[in-house]
């Protein structure tokens, strides 16, 4: 396994920073207030051919209570994960009574610790880097972590720790992959995904449950929950297996509409959010069930089907909703008017809090994510389509008819078709519904995203199998 770095320090020092110049890209939202980052974050680092994994910390504060506090205890738990630590201080602003409070922490830590003394890019910052030795941490490691100055340094410190990683199923190199068939290449496909961790995003409005949702399916705190919302700010992944199935589970920042927004740093958390529903394969929307089913839910919803990934309703605090019934319905209801590009949603119940009935959610997610991964064969599809036509006769358009000659699955994830017609751009939508509500229901894809394509000209695979 790789070894892991984490970077810690008090607020503003340039943490973040750092962790997206290990990362080579910018993961962990930065700015220049102080306190942005909440949450212990982790992604892959490198420094040339060194490999690590890099753990973005909470700055370090003395508060004994609230979310300070919480997030205090999510540093604590990262120092205790690493194998080796950078202790950071900002050079230019020099030392301060924080630094020697967090610095004697660090000595009596058991962690290897290293002193990084962070905006050494010009003469302002040597005072610091002087006055950094009062620390009792060794040598300081002059870096700019902003220019990308000093990581040769870094790279020297943490050589010794270098230990050989472990390949994450999914990543094996296929640069030097043979050539196949069309088949062969879709099977070699269905198969890399199936081996690869499957991942999960928890999305949602602020403060319905998704952090303390993550925590409960872990079985420990990862993420900082409260009643405070908007506490998590950037997605958090973190690696977890489900009877022997690998996951990347992904906490994300609360989505509010665009029109409450008040803040740079909530702008760009959504747009980390909307990031991680992109790379997503299966969404998980959490409810509020004492709230049900807003204007807002149905917004995220219609994004995560417009990406094409599959979606799972969670409504949380189940157990605190009084007539139960009735706000299924109204929810069922809902989504039958104003999601109708999607049919039958799968829908879990539970407390995120108490555990009860969590279980029934990863079981819902691998139903769905195998429907998502559904691939038909298109003597299967052919036969379909023209039983379909010939129950319903596609419509004469200037006084001719249309016909629908040939097709094919062209990919899944989500399940998309193409039909191959002379005339394809002159169906009407009414019966491109139709065959998608057919393809839905004959074909058991119920939940998720369809795509069906028309497309001109004849059966592409005729010629060649008249050869």
Not at 23 to 38: C, L, N, S
Not at 336 to 355: C, E, H, M, N
Request: charge should be neutral; hydrophobic fraction near 40%.
């Amino acid at each position: 396994m790789s070894f892991k770095v984490a970077i810690v320090g008090r607020p503003n020092v340039g943490k973040s920073t750092l962790f997206n110049r290990l990362v080579g890209k910018k993961i962990a939202i930065v700015d220049d207030r102080p306190g942005v980052t909440r949450d212990r974050r982790e992604a892959e680092g490198s420094i040339g051919d060194l490999d690590f994994t890099v753990i973005d910390t909470a700055g370090l504060e003395t508060a004994k209570d609230g979310l300070e506090s919480r997030m205090h205890a999510q540093t604590e738990l990262a120092l205790d994960e690493a194998d080796v630590v950078l202790f950071m201080i900002d050079a230019r602003a020099g030392i301060t009574p924080l630094d020697e409070h967090f610095a004697r922490i660090m000595r009596a830590h058991p962690t290897p610790v290293y002193l990084v003394a962070n905006k050494c890019e010009g003469r302002a910052s040597q005072p610091g880097v002087m006055e950094a030795y009062t620390l009792g941490l060794d040598d300081p490691i002059p870096i700019s972590a902003e220019h990308g100055e000093g990581l040769v340094e870094i790279y020297q410190v943490l050589l010794p720790f270098e230990a050989v990683d472990e390949a994450w199923p999914g990543d094996e190199n296929t640069a030097d992959a043979p050539e196949f068939s069309t088949e062969e290449q879709d099977a070699a496909e269905d198969a890399a995904i199936m081996a690869a961790p499957l991942s999960l995003a928890i999305v949602g409005r602020p403060n319905v449950g998704k952090s303390t949702l993550v925590n409960q399916l872990l079985g420990h705190e990862r993420v900082l929950t409260g009643p405070e919302a908007g506490i998590t700010r950037d997605s958090i992944a973190s690696k977890w297996s489900w009877k022997g199935r690998d996951i990347k589970l992904v906490d994300t920042a609360g989505l509010r509409r665009r029109s409450r927004i008040k803040n740079k740093i909530e702008h760009l958390s959504i747009g980390d959010t909307m990031r991680t529903i992109q790379f997503a394969q299966v969404v998980v929307l959490v409810l509020d069930g004492n709230e049900g089913l807003e204007k807002q839910d149905l917004t995220i919803a219609g994004k995560v089907i417009d990406e094409g990934r599959a979606l799972i309703i969670a409504i949380n605090k189940w157990d605190a909703v009084d007539n139960k019934a009735e706000v299924m319905g109204k929810i069922e209801d809902r989504l039958q008017t104003s999601l109708t590009q999607v049919r039958g949603i799968p829908i879990v119940k539970f407390s995120a809090l108490t555990g009860k009935a969590v279980g029934s959610l990863m079981p819902a997610v691998f139903k769905i994510f195998d429907t998502w991964n559904k691939r038909i064969s298109t003597a299967k599809l052919n036969r379909w389509l023209a039983f379909m036509t010939e129950a319903h006769t596609p419509p004469a358009v200037n006084g001719k008819h249309i016909r629908l000659r040939y097709m094919t699955q062209a990919k899944t994830r989500p399940p998309t078709f193409a039909i191959f017609s002379s005339r394809a751009d002159k169906l009407p939508t009414a019966y491109t519904r139709y065959l998608v509500n057919g393809l839905r229901g004959d074909f058991d894809l119920d939940g998720i995203p369809i795509r069906l394509n028309m497309r001109k000209g004849e059966n592409p695979y005729a010629k060649k199998r008249s050869r």
